[in-house]
């Protein structure tokens, strides 16, 4: 079985500040992590993604996570927050366990980020 | 580019009328899903085509149905929507089972925002 959770549904930083949006997961397979992005009446967008290669995962707009299996843990983080990084944010959890799993993600509930001027 | 591509964006339909959506992808992965998404809500997934084959979640209603005609083609069919319904309706695919071609991570459409009065 797997799950996420997501420290925090909402989350609020001044422009230029650190982000960070934290994540822990539970997995009885090796996992594969991924961090989506939601904007208003938009579909997911992958921001980043961990399959088991570098535990430093960069992903696109300056984003990057970090792999933590003693720490059960995937935070997402941005040295310096842009307007533009109003979302919601997802942290999601797929391994493959057989059959008819294979692909699925679960994922967290959510938190949104507000970027403050 | 390759892509997910949802119509329509926006659908209204009546109580009790069925309604159809549509997904269809440039992508050629092997794997389909459709998720419903509720407001301020982490996506819900309703079903999956792996390939062919059909793979439907235990708690996933009956008036919801799926047909997948081709690799590149997939449709949701609501029989006979309650406005428990609306909901922000999302396609997306993955390339998994694959060997070194597989990927995991999904990609998704925009989505379909369904009204139903």
């Known amino acids: 079985a797997q799950s996420v959770t997501q420290l925090g549904s909402h989350v609020s930083v001044s422009e230029g500040a650190l982000v960070l949006l934290r994540c822990n997961y539970s997995?009885?397979?090796?996992?594969?992590l991924f961090w989506y992005v939601q904007y208003p009446n938009q579909g997911l967008q992958l921001l980043l993604k961990?399959?088991?290669?570098?535990?430093l995962v960069k992903g696109i707009n300056g984003f990057e996570a970090e792999f933590k299996k003693s720490e059960t843990s995937f935070h997402l983080t941005k040295p310096s927050a842009h307007m533009s990084d109003a979302a919601e944010y997802f942290c999601?959890?797929?391994?493959?366990?057989?059959?008819?799993?294979?692909?699925?993600?679960?994922f967290g509930q959510g938190t949104i980020l507000t970027v403050h001027p | 580019d390759a892509m997910v591509i949802q119509n329509p964006r926006y659908q209204v339909t009546q109580f009790g009328k069925p309604v159809t959506l549509s997904c269809s992808q440039t992508?050629?992965?092997?794997?389909m899903y459709w998720y419903q998404q509720k407001s301020s809500q982490a996506p819900k997934l309703l079903f999956h085509?792996?390939?062919?084959?059909?793979?439907n979640e235990a708690d996933t209603p009956d008036n919801f149905q799926s047909r997948r005609p081709n690799t590149s083609f997939c449709f949701l069919d609501i029989r006979s929507p309650g406005l428990g319904d609306a909901a922000m309706y999302l396609c997306?695919?993955?390339?998994?089972?694959?060997?070194?071609?597989?990927?995991?991570?999904?990609?998704f459409g925009p989505g379909t925002r369904l009204t139903v009065t």
């Open positions: 997995s009885s397979v090796p996992p594969y």
């Open positions: 085509y792996y390939d062919k084959d059909f793979n």
């Open positions: 992508l050629n992965h092997n794997v």
């Open positions: 997306a695919t993955s390339r998994v089972g694959q060997g070194s071609g597989s990927s995991y991570e999904q990609y």
């Open positions: 961990y399959t088991s290669a570098a535990t």
């Open positions: 999601a959890v797929s391994g493959y366990a057989g059959g008819t799993s294979y692909g699925k993600l679960t």
